[in-house]
């Protein structure tokens, strides 16, 4: 099973579309898949369900918070739902697709999470230190998730605690970013608080963790005639200058696409056939797939 956390810390940049199309087309390729939604916006979520439809499901929000109030973690497999429009395509192809759905309520969890630490430091000393890093790394390990070849994280677009959770469960990190100022320049940051967090974890922990950044995926970019954007060209040679792997395929903008996929609780890779710009976005989507399998090694 490989584990990949989907983040950047500027919001807008497509990483909720770009996970929920990459794990949907895992899963018509005949792999079982389960998305994380730890953004408390809870987009991914809204994915693959109608807000009104999924009032009565379960949320990782009262996992954490049993946690809390416990120091013990129930088995989190009890917390999966599994989205019947997108089943009903892949199932017939030999995938699965489950999800772990997100919740508004994980900003107080985030907050408790760190308290318990000491607050903003985050102290390595604490005996809960290891226990609460490694609450989803943990709670993947039961046999009841061993049956999944990816799972895709959806993290909110900070490094805070429920973040810091999806890292240290992580074998790989992939940034979704636009071909913009504003969302090329924390990539960098981004990489300089991953390597702090893995030194201070492998300071204190037994085993060390390694994640590794597979690349930067640039999304939402617009074409000329010509190509895209020069404005957009430069910010993705930004990119090679802090010398982080960027991968080859992008994907363009088209929000109505994106729209209408989501009205129908199906990523644009399962919707039915559409306009030409539809099924150029879904060829994008599928060998941008093909280029996340070679890079995790799956």
């Given at each position: 099973m490989s584990v990949v956390s989907v983040i950047n810390y500027k919001g807008g940049v497509g990483k909720t579309t770009l996970t929920a199309n990459i794990g949907a087309e895992l899963a018509a390729r005949g792999r079982k898949v389960l998305l994380v939604d730890l953004d408390p916006q809870s987009s991914l979520t809204f994915s693959f369900y109608r807000p009104a439809e999924f009032e009565s499901r379960p949320?990782?929000?009262?996992?954490?918070?049993?946690?809390?109030?416990t120091r013990v973690a129930e088995p989190l497999h009890k917390y999966v739902v599994s989205p019947r429009e997108v089943n009903a395509v892949v199932q017939p192809l030999g995938g699965q697709l489950d999800l772990l759905a997100g919740d508004l309520g994980l900003i107080e969890v985030d907050l408790n999470l760190a308290a318990a630490l000491g607050g903003a430091r985050l102290q390595t000393g604490n005996p809960r230190y290891l226990p609460v890093h490694r609450l989803i790394a943990d709670a993947l390990t039961d046999r009841a998730f061993h049956g999944y070849d990816s799972v895709l994280i959806d993290c909110a677009p900070n490094f805070n605690m429920v973040t810091r959770t999806a890292m240290v469960a992580s074998d790989h990190v992939m940034v979704p970013a636009r071909p913009d100022?504003?969302?090329t320049r924390g990539i960098d940051y981004l990489r300089a608080r991953m390597s702090r967090?893995?030194?201070?974890?492998n300071a204190v922990a037994p085993h060390p963790i390694?994640?590794?950044i597979i690349g930067v995926v640039y999304t939402m970019v617009q074409y000329t005639g010509s190509g895209p954007l020069i404005s957009q060209r430069t910010s993705v040679n930004e990119t090679s200058r802090i010398e982080i792997p960027v991968f080859r395929q992008t994907v363009r903008d088209n929000k109505t696409a994106v729209t209408d996929a989501g009205e129908r609780?199906?990523?644009v890779v399962l919707a039915p056939p559409g306009t030409a710009s539809i099924e150029t976005l879904r060829y994008e989507f599928q060998q941008l797939t093909s280029e996340f399998l070679a890079r995790t090694r799956i």
């Open positions: 949320t990782v929000l009262p996992w954490f918070e049993g946690y809390l109030a100022y504003l969302s967090l893995v030194e201070e974890y390694n994640p590794e609780s199906l990523p």
